[in-house]
């Protein structure tokens, strides 16, 4: 009975966060196989739940959560059996932040409906067949909902364009994100966290875990420190000033406007530091990137990038495969990762 109770605790124990930051994006080693994950079944309780049953997991549940309870801002909470029962509820009705914790809720549904050797695909592809160096109409950039996918991923996918001889798009560069719908960002997400890189936006579109990386790096003492975005394509501008000097509090802010940031603080002479912040309207976000990205290693793009659906007949040109699922999870849990 407890084994059950606990498997759904799991799943549905949600506790606001506490603001940290999370670590840099880090790329995810992808590998041509990986040890399998062993299934375990967790053991059906086939009797009806008896009043004593539901009392004991309750008290159970209570004694192990209590402090972490009563230290919290906000709490929601339900145990759920697999016939259905509530065993426990604080709160469930309550709509609160989601922390770190739900990371345990994606995992358990990505492996339970996809399985730990599944692979996420990314593809270019065009009405027809390029010919004479060109593509004839759009060249569409599919997605499929891959976290992991990298701008060094895309320029790979670019450089077998170009070794296929392709080096004009007579149409425009076009992002399907159709994958996933919704909301990128949950309305009743902690506004104060607008700026942290744990609080990017959720699409079926993905490039560098949805942040933008700022290098500032200090040049000779009081003048105007180097700024440097990654990738350069990326469609996001800054204003505000870096100074070179003696102290160290370098901060990149967000504004009310989305992908623009302002820039303050100073930096030591010769020190450079990194900053991994939040984009938004990732799908635009990231047919600007690529298409930039098109420009930059020799292929040219005759008209504005866009968002769209691909043809069911396109031909494909190009797939990227993410690593197994099981490494993508193992990365998300180990790291934190949102």
């Known amino acids: ?137 759009d060249l569409w950039l599919v997605t499929s909902g891959d976290p992991s996918l990298q701008s060094k991923d895309l320029r790979a996918g670019i450089a077998a364009l170009r070794g296929a001889g392709v080096s004009s798009v007579q149409g425009s560069l076009v992002v399907d994100p159709s994958a996933l719908a919704g909301e990128e960002i949950n309305p009743l997400w902690n506004a104060d966290d607008a700026n942290e890189d744990f609080m990017a936006a959720t699409s079926g579109a993905s490039i560098d875990e949805d942040t933008v990386e700022f290098r500032v790096q200090g040049t000779q003492y009081g003048e105007p420190a180097g700024v440097h975005l990654v990738p350069s394509t990326a469609p996001v501008t800054y204003d505000g000033t870096v100074t070179t000097g003696g102290g160290d509090d370098v901060t990149v802010g967000g504004t009310n406007e989305p992908n623009t940031f302002h820039l303050s603080g100073s930096i030591p002479p010769g020190a450079l530091e990194r900053f991994w912040v939040p984009v938004h309207g990732i799908p635009q976000y990231l047919a600007s990137v690529t298409s930039g990205l098109l420009r930059k290693n020799g292929i040219g793009v005759a008209h504005a990038p866009r968002t769209g659906t691909v043809p069911l007949d396109a031909v494909v040109l190009w797939n990227h495969r993410s690593a197994p699922l099981q490494q993508l999870v193992k990365h998300m849990l180990f790291e934190s990762d949102n």
């Open 1 to 137: 009975m407890l084994s059950v109770a606990a498997i759904a605790l799991a799943l549905f124990v949600l506790f606001r966060p506490h603001g940290a930051k999370a670590p840099a994006p880090l790329p995810v080693v992808r590998a041509t196989a990986a040890p399998p994950i062993a299934a375990v079944a967790a053991p059906k309780h086939t009797q009806p739940w008896s009043p004593g049953d539901r009392t004991e997991v309750r008290s159970q549940i209570e004694n192990a959560l209590d402090g972490a309870i009563s230290g919290a801002g906000a709490v929601s909470l339900i145990a759920i059996a697999h016939d259905g029962t509530i065993l426990y509820s604080n709160a469930a009705d309550r709509a609160v932040t989601p922390a770190s914790v739900q990371k345990l809720i994606v995992a358990d549904a990505a492996l339970s409906e996809l399985g730990p050797q599944y692979r996420f695909d990314t593809l270019f592809a065009s009405s027809q067949s390029p010919g004479n160096n060109a593509i004839d109409g």
